[in-house]
């Protein structure tokens, strides 16, 4: 596949007025999901944790959410692999939505460590198969000149549902049970609007047609193939490093403010990430537009990706030098502009490396453990950090290493510019 190669056998008609429509709805399911990850990742969970075992709660709190994210990382890729296999989306992003939604409501009503682990992790299993579905989207119908500013918009998600998300966490965190169902119900909402305004266009091969059995090791290799290509490897190495950067910290931002920033008098962490949230996210939102807007005028994508992912080493300095709440709400917006253009113009990047056309929705799920995998790490490495070495600043200086790094993996790509 070369750059000017449309992904998709709808790609072409991508301009058409019905597909800006399409975009749109993209943009809210992807708002609704991370309106999820958000709101529950950020704040309620690590309060119902912090409720039931205040004592070791960094400890919980990184045993779940790694365990979480290893059911995150499998089911993205393989429910990815099953709607290439059927050629179907809509079925994949509905009962990910509806099975989350009732996973959701038994979060909320649970009080054991044990069984917010197991809830957790089974909402991350249905929410990554709602994720595939949708991610597969963009490389199914719209055309590469327009991948950059597609990406923008759908990253807008990011900004408005992160936002929302812990908006509606922060203000229902002494009721986790109604927090919990608002957000599995916007989920559930987006899906049904997604499905009923945007019927199936059938892709790659129908379930219909017999497929020949393949033994399980070639099944395996084939998944992975696209890893054995050159620039798709280099840009899911820079992902996987950006991505644990940002959540090694960012997972941890709710005890980062009851532990380590000095609040004033009037705030409480819940309240505080209620603030913070959307400055990072304005900030991300005003740089994912950009950023995917200019990639696509100048037909350039790695200088973005590099000088973002630079400048997310760089500001968690910020909290370092200055652990006041100022210090936070700089870091925050800073934060926020890098994290933006990353993840539009990286999208963008990936989207435009993709070994083979049919595959796109497995090749994107294989990128996807990323995006998850890190998340594996990130809890149990974050904990040991704070644990071992005495504090949130070895953290922050772990994270912005971790970044700086991501920044190099992405100048050896050659098919992107």
């Known amino acids: 596949m070369t750059n000017g190669e449309l992904i998709g056998p709808q790609a072409s008609e991508a301009t058409e007025p019905h597909k800006r429509g399409l ?52 089911f993205n890729p393989i429910a990815g692999a099953l709607s290439d296999r059927t050629g179907r989306r809509n079925p994949w992003v509905l009962g990910g939505a509806l099975a989350s939604l009732a996973l959701l409501a038994f979060l909320g009503s649970v009080h054991t460590a ?24 963009v ?56 499905a009923s305004r945007c019927p199936d266009v059938p892709a790659g091969t129908p379930a219909t047609c017999p497929t020949p059995a393949v033994p399980r090791r070639e099944r395996i290799a084939a998944f992975l193939s696209a890893l054995s290509h050159h620039d798709f490897r280099w840009a899911f190495i820079g992902r996987a490093l950006m991505v644990l950067g940002y ?40 740089s994912t537009m950009v950023g995917g807007f200019l990639s696509d005028r100048w037909n ?3 200088i973005f990706v590099a000088m973002s992912a630079a400048l997310a080493g760089l500001v968690m300095a910020v909290p370092v030098i200055s652990p006041t709440w100022t210090g936070m709400i700089v870091f925050s917006a800073l934060n926020g502009l890098a994290f933006g253009c990353f993840m539009a113009v ?16 497995r090749d994107m799920g294989v990128l996807n453990i990323a995006n998850a995998g890190p998340q594996i790490v990130a809890p149990f490495v974050a904990s040991a950090v704070v644990t071992a070495l005495g504090g949130y600043t070895p953290l922050f200086l772990f994270g912005g290493a ?4 991501g920044a190099l993996a992405i100048l050896p790509i050659r098919g992107v510019r």
């Open 114 to 137: 044990l069984l917010v682990g197991i809830g957790w992790c089974l909402v991350q299993a249905t929410m990554n198969v709602y994720q595939a579905a949708v991610t597969a989207v």
């Open 346 to 361: 990286d999208t963008a990047v990936v989207t435009l490396v993709l070994p083979r056309a049919e595959d796109a929705a």
């Open 402 to 405: 971790l970044s700086l790094l």
């Open 247 to 286: 959540f090694s910290v960012v997972g941890y931002q709710l005890y980062i403010l009851d532990d380590h920033i000095a609040l004033p008098a009037n705030l409480d962490p819940p309240t505080a990430m209620a603030i913070l949230t959307p400055v990072a996210m304005a900030s991300m939102a005003v």
């Open 300 to 302: 350039r994508r790695k």
């Open 139 to 194: 490389p199914d119908r719209i055309p590469v000149a327009r991948r950059g500013t597609a990406s923008a918009l759908v990253g807008l998600g990011l900004p408005i549902g992160g936002t929302a998300g812990v908006l509606i966490a922060s203000q229902t965190s002494g009721q986790p049970t109604l927090g919990y169902l608002v957000l599995g119900a916007l989920a559930a909402g987006a899906a049904v609007l997604l």
């Open 23 to 74: 975009m749109l709805l993209l943009l809210v399911a992807n708002s609704s999901m991370l309106a999820v990850y958000m709101g529950v990742g950020s704040v309620l969970l690590p309060t119902q944790i912090a409720e039931i075992d205040p004592a070791n709660k960094v400890a919980v709190l990184g045993v779940v959410g790694g365990v979480s994210a290893v059911f995150a990382t499998a």
